[in-house]
């Protein structure tokens, strides 16, 4: 069963950088499989920040968070990075990393996803 374990967040001023980890464990031998950030301010809904699907294509990325966060999947270490720069107030809010056997890209998944516990990210003016 795969497990997901988030970590990196806290608070920076804007303009400042920030790197989340989730280790992931659990995954088949395949690479057909997703995983990706999601972020959810208060009272707003969750939203798909970046998401990769390891058999192959380009990272998605939300348009508000192209040019300044990027996505990684480290296979040798079980662990996928979100690395966020030049970040901004907006860019406040808990984030989630997600898993799922199968495709997916931005917000369409397959059935049966998995979602870490979440790490808060705060970004003052």
């Known amino acids: 069963q795969v497990r997901l374990v988030e970590s990196g967040g806290g608070s920076v001023q804007a303009g400042g950088s920030l790197r989340l980890s989730c280790e992931a464990t659990g995954f088949p031998s395949n690479n057909y499989y997703c995983l990706g950030w999601f972020r959810q301010a208060p009272e707003s809904e969750r939203e798909a920040v970046a998401t990769?699907?390891?058999?192959?294509?380009?990272?998605y990325y939300a348009d508000s968070v192209k040019g300044r966060f990027t996505a990684a999947w480290d296979i040798s270490k079980n662990t996928l990075y979100l690395q966020m720069d030049s970040l901004k107030p907006e860019d406040t809010a808990m984030y989630y990393c997600?898993?799922?056997?199968?495709?997916?890209?931005?917000?369409?998944?397959?059935?049966?996803?998995?979602w870490g516990q979440g790490t808060q990210v705060t970004i003052s003016s």
């Open positions: 997600r898993a799922a056997m199968g495709y997916c890209r931005g917000d369409v998944w397959p059935q049966g996803s998995v």
């Open positions: 990769i699907y390891v058999a192959g294509g380009t990272p």
